[in-house]
């Protein structure tokens, strides 16, 4: 048994096609939001590869919003002619997957549906994610190394932290330990930098390994306030080491 009534169905069929209408002159007055053309020719460059990156990210951005655009308009327009084909055929109205009638008012906010609420495509947002975050998943995925006791050499984490020094968009806000200072923004910030036990930052030996020097900087200051350092360094000679 029908719920709509053959006026309300042909009330239905002049929205669809004002609406199939409406669509088509969209697409031809904008040309397919300008797909017609090329990158090249809607640039007016030969080549955007002198540009400013950002000058090139926001075309491309611009070209992704044209063809998500693009391809709604089209889905629509697929779905408009399959409701059409429906009421030539007088299967409009009633769902394609479990023959139930569908309600008057769903029909009425969305002409162009097939189907009931129930056995609606989509209905729900997938939580599945790609694949990938899977392989690259812990953060530096397989160049990572601090979790290896066999290994203390340069990994993906300290390329990373050479790179991060010069700067990211984040705030102090947003650190790992969020914190008023923006020195500290960085990965594990206080890592020691270009040494590995806290004695090779303030003891040191030139090239040929004959002069030796011991400096009282921060480092060793915190070494000492750790409760790990020698007092007795502080009157220690070069002849002493």
């Not at 990156?53 to 998500?68: C, F, L």
């Not at 429906?86 to 569908?102: K, L, N, V």
């Not at 340069?154 to 705030?171: H, K, P, R, T, Y």
């Not at 003891?203 to 000492?224: E, M, Q, S």
Request: hydrophobic share 30%; net charge negative; aromatic share 8%.
């Amino acid at each position: 048994m029908r719920i709509i009534t053959t006026q309300q169905c042909e009330a239905l069929r002049q929205l669809l096609l004002h609406d199939k209408q409406e669509l088509e002159s969209r697409l031809l007055t904008n040309e397919h939001y300008g797909l017609s053309e090329s990158l090249k020719d809607s640039t007016g460059e030969l080549s955007p590869i002198d540009n400013h990156p950002a000058d090139v990210a926001t075309e491309m951005y611009e070209r992704g919003k044209d063809i998500a655009l693009h391809e709604q308009d089209e889905l629509h327009l697929e779905r408009i002619e399959a409701a059409l084909q429906a009421m030539d055929e007088g299967r409009y109205g009633t769902c394609i997957t479990c023959g139930e009638p569908i309600p008057y008012e769903r029909l009425e906010a969305l002409p162009d549906t097939l189907y009931c609420t129930e056995h609606a495509p989509r209905q729900f947002v997938s939580d599945a994610r790609p694949v990938e975050e899977q392989y690259l998943a812990p953060p530096f995925g397989r160049s990572s190394m601090d979790e290896r006791d066999d290994y203390n050499g340069f990994d993906g984490e300290d390329a990373w932290q050479i790179v991060e020094q010069w700067g990211n968009s984040d705030s102090p806000a947003m650190a790992e330990h969020p914190s008023g200072d923006y020195d500290q923004l960085g990965i594990e910030a206080d890592e020691n930098d270009g040494f590995v036990e806290p004695l090779e930052s303030f003891l040191a030996n030139d090239i040929t390994g004959n002069h030796k020097a011991f400096y009282r900087n921060h480092h060793y200051r915190d070494y000492c306030d750790a409760g790990e350092g020698d007092v007795t360094l502080e009157f220690a000679s070069e002849d002493d080491f």
